[in-house]
């Protein structure tokens, strides 16, 4: 039987981090009220989440002549960089995700899908079985803010190897374009 983690007026949604560059485990964070929700995600699954929240929210922008009132960017006046909230409790990792947007309610649904090999029932789909479901309904300011976080976050990590934009370790790495040689 699947559970439902649903926040569908959330405080907070946010990716993070803990650890050092390198040894990151990254996050979705989401709160409402005192009820706290986290789950694993990989460094690419944030980097693809925000862009696509940012590619959803401009094509809807354009095509309903933003009848939905979406910022254009976000708000750096409100943008969240605080840590994630104590104590962090790893409900699942996800393997899948699903982003949407809900037209009467004028809000983007992500769904965060827990790394199984069941197959993954439609968005907002209220069936028993399946993988354990992260999802959340948010206003396209809260989109915006999340996905400017996000890329913040995803940038703050290594730099990238400029022969074969593998992440550099601190002692460097062995370079696959450099026939081996340490850089």
Not at 75 to 99: C, H, N, Q
Not at 100 to 105: E, H, R
Not at 147 to 175: D, K, M, T, W, Y
């Amino acid at each position: 039987m699947r559970k439902v983690f649903s926040h569908l007026e959330p405080d907070r949604f946010v990716s993070g981090t803990i650890g050092e560059p390198g040894e990151r485990i990254f996050f979705l964070q989401v709160k409402s009220g005192k009820n706290i929700t986290s789950v694993i995600v990989e460094k690419s699954q944030v980097a693809i989440l925000s862009e696509r929240i940012d590619t959803l929210l401009n094509q809807i922008m354009g095509e309903n002549l933003n009848e939905s009132n979406i910022p254009a960017k976000y708000d750096s006046k409100i943008l969240d960089l605080e840590p994630l909230e104590a104590p962090i409790t790893e409900e699942f990792r996800v393997g899948i995700m699903s982003l949407g947007w809900s037209i009467p309610k004028k809000k983007l649904i992500l769904e965060a899908h827990a790394d199984s090999s069941d197959s993954v029932p439609e968005i907002e789909s209220d069936e028993v079985e399946g993988p354990d479901v992260l999802r959340v309904h948010l206003s396209a300011e809260q989109g915006r803010l999340f996905a400017e976080r996000g890329r913040r976050l995803v940038s703050a990590g290594r730099q990238p190897c400029p022969f074969c934009q593998e992440p550099l370790g601190q002692q460097g790495h062995i370079c696959a374009r450099a026939n081996g040689y340490k850089r």
